[in-house]
């Protein structure tokens, strides 16, 4: 996710949390908060900094299945296979053209979202033992210095 989705989904969270604990009054002051940046572009509020890195320490955490977003790549965890890269999605988002023309496995079984992994077998549907438990999303790339 990059920096600036991130900071978005931070927001849009933060706002939430605030009014949901102090009620809508503070969405103002909220707003405000957010709005108070340093020059370097990151949140002036020291409370609001820590509750970013916070945040973001638990967006990279294995989360339970429910909370997966679907259509992005992620990392699954199931006891079988340990992790496996891939996306909560349909089969047809993977089909070709030709694949959907021959498909006979039915809409339901070709609109229905489950999880898929990828790898050097390609992209295969999880299913029975191959179910994951834990998700969790990618974590960002180092930044490399030549």
Not at 66 to 87: A, Q, S
Not at 99 to 107: A, L
């Amino acid at each position: 996710m990059s920096d600036s989705n991130m900071k978005a989904e931070f927001t849009d969270w933060y706002l939430a949390a605030m009014i949901d604990l102090l009620g809508k009054g503070i969405e103002s002051q909220a707003r405000l908060n957010l709005d108070w940046l340093r020059d370097d572009g990151s949140f002036a509020d020291p409370s609001l900094r820590l509750a970013l890195m916070a945040w973001e320490a638990s967006k990279s955490k294995w989360q339970p299945m429910e909370t997966c977003p679907k259509h992005v790549d992620v990392l699954f965890f199931n006891e079988r296979n340990g992790v496996i890269p891939g996306r909560l999605t349909d089969a047809d988002s993977f089909m070709t053209d030709k694949e959907r023309d021959e498909w006979d496995g039915g809409e339901e079984a070709q609109f229905r979202i489950d999880a898929f992994g990828f790898g050097h077998w390609g992209v295969d549907r999880m299913d029975g033992l191959e179910t994951p438990i834990l998700w969790m999303p990618y974590p960002e790339e180092p930044e490399v210095k030549p």
